[in-house]
């Protein structure tokens, strides 16, 4: 089992940037589809982005698509999120998520294809 720990969320302006990040221990990281989630209260939870096993392939959600950024570097185990040009309607408690298959050929992008979650950063835009 790997353990997820999520850094870097706060406040920001709308059409600022902000950078998160997710650290990972336990099992091999690198063999291992990445993803981001984001939750309001009372709402199921929403892909953001995921990146492959091999970080060659990535996927993004239409309502962040060109603002974020996903990436992983494997020799740290860690999978940033980079977010530019912020809008209110990104404030939410992300998440980082890893992919419950080894190798997968395609990208996950359900929260049923993620066996392991971290605690999730607050990620706040005011308008």
């Known amino acids: 089992q790997v353990q997820l720990v999520e850094s870097g969320g706060g406040l920001v302006q709308a059409g600022g940037s902000l950078r998160i990040s997710c650290a990972a221990s336990g099992r091999t990281f690198s063999i291992y589809a990445m993803g981001w989630f984001r939750q309001l209260p009372g709402k199921e939870r929403e892909f953001v982005a995921a990146l492959s096993w091999s970080g060659r392939r990535t996927n993004y959600a239409d309502s962040v698509k060109g603002r974020f950024t996903i990436s992983r570097d494997n020799a740290k185990k860690t999978v940033d999120l980079q977010m530019n040009t912020l809008k209110p309607e990104d404030t939410a408690v992300y998440y980082c998520?890893?992919?419950?298959?080894?190798?997968?050929?395609?990208?996950?992008?359900?929260?049923?294809?993620?066996?392991?979650w971290g605690q999730g950063t607050q990620v706040t835009v005011s308008s």
């Open positions: 998520a890893a992919d419950r298959l080894s190798y997968r050929s395609e990208v996950p992008t359900t929260p049923a294809d993620f066996r392991s």
